[in-house]
């Protein structure tokens, strides 16, 4: 009798790996509030900088857009109202992927515990550390240049007038959920020996999984403070994200577990 293909993960089976991560605190939970120490540290730095746009962000838009000042009034507040709501998209976008970036290197022994637990729990774990420090500031680097460049070509595409605050809004959910998913599959990725290339054709060949999981992380940092309750959980998702895309049936007993167990 054939074997029966593994299922192809989609969008919201990459959302399930983000809530089945929380599953771990019944198991470790002394190592998951661990791994809420340096997100808590990131975190206030990088929320009072989010904080001091957000004060000043009406006195920015009118600065950006002096050539709008002798348009009507509806025409006037469109652009502005569109520009400030897509600044501050990418604004968030820039913040989560700086959180993500800082955070993995800074908590880089932390979050190595708990993606070594994780493997453990699955079985069959990988004999590679994982990334490693500087291998992790040298993606985290790369993370926030991406980052400032999505946030500047929002901050762009919102000077259109109308449909760019929409567009942008949505453009920006994506593109960031897209790279903080990838950036967090890198450490389970390369501790199976999956290359930077082919690390890159896997995600593209499951890229809703990975929207799902990356977006529905977002979501979770945009909350306040919760980043630093969601950053432990993350590791594990995408812990057990990266064996799901490598057809491991391990990762979704797992998930089933957590749900069963509620």
């Keep these: 009798m054939p074997a029966v293909p593994a299922p192809v993960p989609g969008f919201l089976d ?14 470790r939970p002394g190592l998951m509030a661990l791994g809420m120490l340096p997100a808590l540290l990131v975190l206030l730095v990088v929320g009072a900088l989010l904080v ?32 400030g709501l897509v600044t501050f998209v990418g604004a968030s976008v820039l913040a989560v992927l700086t959180f993500t970036a800082l955070t993995l290197t800074v908590g880089d022994p932390f979050y190595e515990r708990i993606w070594r637990a994780t ?11 994982g990334l490693g420090f500087w291998a992790s500031a040298r993606d985290a680097g790369v993370l926030l240049i991406l980052g400032l ?13 109308f449909l760019g605050g929409v567009v942008g809004t949505v453009l920006g959910v ?21 290359d930077r290339a082919a690390r890159r054709e896997l995600l593209r060949g499951h890229r809703a999984a990975v929207l799902g999981y990356g977006v529905a992380t977002q979501v979770c940092f945009l909350v306040p403070f919760g980043g630093v309750a969601v950053m432990p959980a993350a590791v594990v ?23 069963a167990t509620g």
């Design 52 to 83: 001091t746009l957000l004060l000043t962000l009406g006195d920015l838009v009118a600065w950006a857009t002096p050539f709008a000042d002798g348009w009507a009034d509806a025409g006037r507040v469109a652009l502005r109202v569109g520009l």
């Design 237 to 259: 998702g995408s812990t057990t994200l990266a064996r799901d895309l490598l057809g491991d049936p391990r990762s979704r007993r797992f998930l089933a577990q957590v749900a």
């Design 14 to 27: 990459g959302a399930q790996h983000l809530l089945g991560g929380f599953g771990m605190w019944r198991r």
């Design 149 to 161: 460049a999505t946030g500047v070509g929002l901050f762009v595409l919102g000077l259109v007038p």
């Design 174 to 194: 994506l593109v960031s959920g897209w790279l903080l998913g990838s950036e967090l599959l890198n450490r389970p990725l390369e501790a199976r020996g999956v």
């Design 119 to 129: 493997e453990e729990i699955l079985g069959d774990a990988p004999d590679g550390d």
